[in-house]
């Protein structure tokens, strides 16, 4: 039975239903995971809301709380009291001083005296065009407080300057003893509220401060100052009107809607119209029964958004890898009952070829074990000789390497010789002067040698880095300096032959992946092999080049001497090819420097100049260095 024939047997109205229940159950899972996502934001947001509430109302009923004691303090002072006592006949500055003094030191924005009637004798702005002085506040609620005998607190907009500002007030005795006195005065201190508001401006949320009347007193955001929550009626209007408490203020309403109700003090609130129009918010409310207010904090619900995007987003990926991996599954079943029906089909025909197998079987394994034994002698036999191939192919790069410094031996022995003899001179030198007691000449010899010593060093390192074996493990290589490298060990050489030198590298450093001194090795064979073919040539001239473009760089080395035969061009990279004389060379140094460019992942040819003359060029990918790749290495400085 094929697996479309097992298909075909479920209903097709069942597989109709699947196609609409798959797209169905993203649906479901996404807003269960957004739901679920939500409430947890708003959790989170609520207490993170009720945390930020209760420190702003605990800031706020601080701040105000503190001057509470100001107006007692003012009310029992002898000079108070005694210029109350007859105001007609004293000089009011001496007051007023001293309360501008007051205001001063407390932070406060007026303090000022009623006399029993609510006129204005004494204020600490008494030298502003809004003074307070000579005005009467028989309407305001502190008054009537005090002067009934009692604290007063009232909040509302200034009559002369229209600041809101918090009024506490206290009354005034000149004879407090009687049992039947009466307060002769009343003293006043008003409080500004725009140094709160300033701090709610550093909070992630709008904070309100509203009265019993649903009037917005105090708001981190000044557009929505002395508005309403709620429309006001023409009543409501004129019985505000009334109490001077806003002055004429229109009061209009803020645009507040309440969109949904979470509990008892929370909600999902915003605005109609104004500044914060288009943007939802969680509020929650909090009494201030002391100052006879109610201070709301509005926090926007962007973090709750984004939770259930992430929530959505993470559910129908969850939802789409299941609902893969049960498909892959269900495909997996069929495929197995396929394949189920498929052995069964045939072990009935396997069962009559496994016996004439069995007697087969017997009579092959003979041939099979001894065949495998031979392939195993053959199998190491193999590994065997690549190990030799190996160890020989190193050998002889090695011994191309000591071939070259045997080429360089002659141009080496003469850069050690001068700095030997010059040494032996200054040290016999240095002798006489210390026979005669000359310690300056004697030091400047010294220094000399010294300075010797360490150019020999230097040649004495660049042999023994060139001669070493490479361990074949790459690296981020300049192509430049193993240029400069190779030169310095042609230094005596292409001075001896007066050959120019011409560098054409780019600006910036070409950096290849190979190892270093296999590299380096290949450019030193391929310069000697360019001095070689210029020996006897006239104003001798080696070219070295570098050009690098996205993805490879390309190294030349061109020389000019009578150049490559046409004949040979094919030919010069096979092992054992020379065209030098008997005794010169083995053949083998082109050969193997084309094997170590092949195995860096390049291409070594050659190519004869137009103007006369060799070309050899060299084409590895490019790479880009490592923070800490150089080919500098430390062996080649030299040592003390």
Known sequence: ??????????????????????????????????????????????????????????????????????????????????????????????????????????????????????????????????????????????????????PGRFYGLGVQSLERGYYFSAPVWLDDTAPDATPDGVMVVKVLLDAVEASWAEQEAELLVTDADDIIFMASRPELRMASLAPLSAAERRALLATRRYADEPLDHSGFEVLERLGQRSRLVGFAHGPLAGQRFLGLRRALPE???????????????????????????????????????????????????????????????????????????????????????????????????????????????????????????????QPLAAIRAYAENARAFLARERLESADRNLAEIVELTGRMAEISAQLRQFSRKGDERRSAVSVTDCFEYALRLFQARLQEAGVRVERRFPAAPAWVDADPVRLEQVLVNLIGNALQAMAGTAAPSLTLSVRADHETIELAVEDSGPGIPPEQLTRIFEPFFTTKSPGSGLGLGLSISSRIIDDLGGRLFAENRAEGGARFVIRLPRTRPAAASSIRRQENAPHA
Do not use: C
């Not at 962007?302 to 987003?313: E, I, K, N, T, Y």
């Not at 199998?379 to 002889?396: F, G, H, Q, S």
């Open 291 to 417: 100052l006879g207010w109610e201070m709301q904090i509005l926090k926007p619900l962007d973090p709750v958004v984004r939770a259930q995007w992430v929530s959505a987003l993470l559910a129908g990926g969850l939802y789409g890898m299941v609902l893969l991996g049960g498909g892959i599954g269900w495909q997996r079943l069929r495929l197995r009952r396929e394949r189920e029906l498929f052995a069964e089909r045939e072990r009935h025909t396997l069962a009559r070829a496994r016996d004439e197998l069995e007697r087969n079987v017997a009579s092959r394994t003979r041939d099979l074990v001894e065949t495998n034994r031979r392939l195993s002698d053959e199998v190491e036999e193999r590994k065997r000789a690549e190990a030799d191939l190996r160890r020989t192919r190193d050998e002889l790069i090695q011994a191309a390497k000591l071939a070259v410094l045997g080429q360089l031996a002659a141009g080496i022995n003469h850069e050690l010789n």
């Open 1 to 150: 039975m094929t697996a479309a024939a097992e298909a075909s047997r479920l209903p097709r109205r069942w597989r109709h239903w699947l196609w609409w229940l798959a797209p169905l159950g993203l649906v479901l899972v996404v807003w269960q995971a957004a739901d679920v996502a939500r409430q947890q934001a708003l959790q989170s947001l609520q207490q993170d809301a009720e945390n930020e509430l209760r420190l702003s109302a605990t800031g706020l009923t601080g701040y105000l709380s503190r001057h509470a004691y100001l107006p007692r303090l003012l009310a029992s002072r002898e000079a108070v009291r005694r210029f109350l006592a007859a105001p007609q006949s004293q000089d009011a500055m001496p007051l007023n001083l001293l309360l501008d003094r007051f205001r001063a030191t407390t932070g406060v924005s007026d303090i000022y005296l009623l006399d029993r009637h609510a006129d204005t004798l004494a204020a600490s702005n008494w030298h502003r065009p809004n003074t307070f002085i000579g005005e009467n506040y028989a309407f305001r609620s502190y008054y009537t407080d005090a002067i009934a005998g009692r």
